[in-house]
Nanobody
Framework: QLQLVESGGGLVQSGESLRLSCAAS????????IGWFRQAPGKEREGVSC???????NYAEPVKGRFTISRDDAKNTVYLQMDSLKPEDTAVYYC??????????????????????WGQGIQVTVSS
């Protein structure tokens, strides 16, 4: 069974960068679509970005042009490079794997039933 572990979070100032990692074990990550999601206090979980098995990517409007999702198959890891961070990016960030393998498109809805494997989440805090 695929297991995911996030790392790379922390506290930064507005305008700085962080790179989150989603490391997988138990199976090859490139078989799966991977989504990044975040949840701020008092808010619903929202989609941030995703990458499909075929490498297609998608981004939520608030992060377009600032965040970049990528995958390193040799390390079995998906990354989320976050640049020009803003205080409103503060949240717990999660990665999740779509159980449907080898899909051309990825899904950014956190309530999508295909997302069965989730990481534990990691805190990102951006101070103003």
């Amino acid at each position: 069974q695929l297991q995911l572990v996030e790392s790379g979070g922390g506290l930064v100032q507005s305008g700085e960068s962080l790179r989150l990692s989603c490391a997988a074990s138990g199976d090859r990550l490139d078989y799966y679509g991977i989504g990044w999601f975040r949840q701020a206090p008092g808010k619903e979980r929202e989609g941030v970005s995703c990458i499909s098995s075929s490498g297609r990517t998608n981004y939520a409007e608030p992060v377009k042009g600032r965040f970049t999702i990528s995958r390193d198959d040799a390390k079995n890891t998906v990354y989320l490079q976050m640049d020009s961070l803003k205080p409103e990016d503060t949240a717990v960030y999660y990665c999740a794997a779509d159980r449907r393998t080898h899909q051309r498109m990825c899904v950014m809805r956190p309530n999508f039933s295909g997302y069965e494997s989730w990481g534990q989440g990691i805190q990102v805090t951006v101070s103003s």
